[in-house]
């Protein structure tokens, strides 16, 4: 008769047959296979890679854009290259690339509650 040993991990129950215990909101209990809950990780991975990926691509190009015209007056705090994306209007594209870059870190750091 083999045991079955119960790996724990934050949100769910491993057996070695491959399958997740898994509870949803209600409380049942649900069991995915081993494949699904890699397909579902490898999903996040993908989505976010490509985010951070795009976010850090965007990131260096505003950087580029600005040290193409650097501004000649800045103060202190904000410092130079910060005064030069204001100088050259191209605040819009940093924060979305910004806000690109941090989404994709979210999900590749998080865990599903619910896979």
């Given at each position: ?75 202190t705090p904000p410092g130079r290259m910060i005064t030069s994306v204001l100088e050259n209007g191209i605040v819009v594209p940093a924060v979305l690339f910004l806000a690109l870059f941090v989404w994709g ?11």
């Open positions: 008769m083999r045991h079955k040993r119960n790996l724990y991990f934050n949100r769910g129950i491993l057996f070695l047959t491959g399958r997740f215990k898994t509870a949803n909101t209600a409380g049942t209990v649900l069991y995915t296979t081993g494949k699904n809950m890699e397909e579902m990780i490898m999903k996040r991975c993908m989505k976010g890679g490509f985010l951070v990926l795009s976010g850090v691509i965007g990131i260096v190009g505003v950087i580029i854009a600005a040290m193409q015209n650097l501004s000649t007056e800045w103060v870190l979210y999900i590749l750091l998080t865990e599903d509650k619910n896979p």
